[in-house]
């Protein structure tokens, strides 16, 4: 990837169809919203529906209030449409490029370090079940499919083959280019985040491997079957 590329704006919305759709919703309402309320309105967890609103603050294009409140507790978060907010063109590439290149020419162990900030993230991006509840495979992987959906990776989940009882085809990669020179960091923050997500809602499968770019826009995640839910893959 050359610098001419790296400095062109980005030829799409910086922003995935859901985060587009809480700005939507920001935009439409009448007043602040809280995170609860965004979560409840569009079926995300509330920690996925803070993720995106905490993004749009970040990106300029949302406003983050606490409101006052006259009796004890903790203050009400809400967040609202910035004046004048659009999905305007970023460099977001030129950014990633530049974060993934310092993990790769800095860090001793670059792919250990990327795959344990994906766990972090996926366990925080999932809801963990009641005490003592653990999913069924088939459960479990529907989860994960739908927070790889809710990330833009277009995730087919599918019966494997041999000693792999499932896999899970991820079509499209929210950071195809950025890969395609650091598969190191971004793969095994991808494999990471499938891992922490998994290990949070005590699933009986584990991400085994992550096979990038066995077709031009095709990576496969390799599931199994594990023995002890909840301990990492």
Known sequence: MDAEQLLAPEDVSPLGRSRADVLDMLRAADGPLGVREIAQQM??????ARFHLEALVEAGLAIRETEDRETPGRPRISYRAAAGSHA???????????LTSLIAGTMP???KAAEAAGREWGAYLTEQPPPYQKPSAEDAIRKLTAIMEELGFSPQPEAGDGGEQYRL???QCPFREVA??????ICSLHLGLMR???VRMRA???ADRLDPFVEPSLCIARLTEREHPGEAG
């Not at 063109?89 to 530049?98: C, D, G, K, P, Q």
Request: no cysteine; proline share 9%.
């Open 43 to 48: 079926g995300l967890h509330p920690n996925t």
């Open 109 to 111: 162990e670059p792919a």
């Open 196 to 198: 922490g997500a998994l």
């Open 88 to 98: 305007g063109r970023r460099r977001y590439r030129l950014l990633a490029e530049m």
């Open 169 to 171: 085809r991820l079509r």
């Open 204 to 206: 009986p499968v584990t």
């Open 180 to 185: 395609q020179h650091h598969q190191d960091v």
